[in-house]
């Protein structure tokens, strides 16, 4: 992208945003799945999370670099792309000193020697690697040995894992955060503040903020509650932010109420919603279903960014400040899901987890024979 410059093409550009684009695809599927894999039970979200604070630094790190007092401008924009190749390097050069997932080496490929040499280069001697190894043999007589795109969609023992998925993603991405995210600028220059890009980087402090926030939260109070407070505590936002906005023009001070509620809006989302949404399916799926999961996870994330950042302006335009009811009404809806169908995953193994949906299957085919046999008779 930032040869586009040098050569004069437009093209390098958007062939450098395709090759870019489908990098960050991968890396927000492969990276919590990896993290997932090789962390221990009681360190897993605060791990995985992790992942997220550094996809939240970059953002706020991308905002500064965008200034134009720094490279957002005609003689620096070039420079300001070429910066993506620091890290791309840096993971290039580290990734040959990670090891294979135990678990995909145990689980899926009956390497157990491999396995329990990847987790003592991961884990050390400080853990109990056996203990870790017997749960995996365990997990694996429970699971299918191979699971394919039409049986993952198909069986009715992923039916659950993949409604709550999908309840959770599009509740976090319709949630509003990315439109405000996207558009803070425009919010805050039309609330009537000249120097609005320095209120925006605000608003990439705050993402980083609480995504930290939420690393130390998650294995304390679990993700249940941190989704539930996320999503209630967005729609009161977005309840207020209509308010503010409707009636900014007749009430003074409310300018400065509306700047206080996108940044409480932000923080809802990355206490909880935001972070865990990118997760939350590995913690679903048994093994052989996890890589799919994760996959459908992604392309709901990244699909709800798209709409949510493409339908905003056309909206605004047509129902103002009322939009933000549109936000309210899917964050209510992931509400109920969440509090109703989503179990606690905190500390909780892999196989524990599967378990439960296996079980509650189970249930229900033991309800509908004893149905269909009432009908025999």
């Not at 705050?206 to 509650?225: P, Q, Y």
């Not at 539930?228 to 009636?247: K, P, Q, R």
């Amino acid at each position: 992208m930032s040869l586009s410059q040098l050569c004069g093409s437009l093209g390098l550009i958007i062939t450098g945003r395709l090759i870019f684009g489908l990098f960050c695809g991968l890396c927000m599927s492969l990276i919590p799945l990896y993290i997932q894999e090789v962390s221990p039970t009681a360190l897993r979200g605060a791990f995985t999370i992790m992942s997220h604070v550094s996809f939240s630094l970059g953002i706020l790190v991308g905002m500064v670099m965008s200034l134009e007092e720094v490279l957002g401008n005609a003689q620096f924009w070039p420079l300001m792309l070429s910066l993506s190749v620091i890290p791309a390097v840096l993971q290039y050069l580290t990734l040959p000193f990670c090891p294979e997932s135990p678990r995909y080496l145990l689980i899926n490929r009956g390497q157990e020697e491999e396995a329990e040499a990847a987790l003592r280069k991961l884990w050390g001697n400080s853990w109990d690697i056996l203990t870790e190894i017997n749960k995996m043999r365990e997990e694996a007589s429970q699971t299918q040995s191979k699971v394919t795109l039409r049986d993952f969609l198909c069986l009715r023992r992923y039916l659950k894992p993949i409604s709550i998925i999908v309840a959770i993603t599009l509740g976090a991405q319709l949630s509003g955060f990315n439109a405000i995210l996207n558009y803070s600028t425009d919010i805050f220059t039309k609330a009537g503040f000249s120097q609005s890009q320095f209120l925006t980087l605000g608003t990439g402090v705050i993402n980083v903020l609480f995504t930290d926030i939420s690393v130390l939260l998650v294995e304390r109070v679990g993700r249940r509650k941190l989704l539930l407070t996320g999503f209630m505590v967005g729609a009161l936002c977005n309840i207020l932010l209509t308010v503010s906005e409707a009636t900014m023009r007749c009430i003074p001070g409310m300018s400065y109420l509306q700047v206080l509620l996108v940044f409480s809006s932000i923080s809802a989302y990355e206490l909880g919603p935001g972070p865990i949404s990118w997760f939350i399916a590995a913690e679903l799926f048994d093994q052989s279903a996890r890589p799919f999961g994760m996959a459908f996870t992604c392309m709901l994330n990244w699909g709800g960014k798209f709409l949510c950042s493409l339908l905003y302006p056309p909206l605004l335009n047509l129902m103002g400040a009322y939009v933000y009811l549109i936000f309210t009404a899917a964050l209510c809806c992931a509400f109920t899901f969440t509090f109703f169908q989503l179990p606690e995953t905190k500390g909780r193994t892999f196989d524990e987890i599967a378990s439960e949906f296996r079980q509650a299957n189970r249930v229900v085919l033991l309800k509908e024979l004893q149905k269909d046999f009432r009908t025999f008779n």
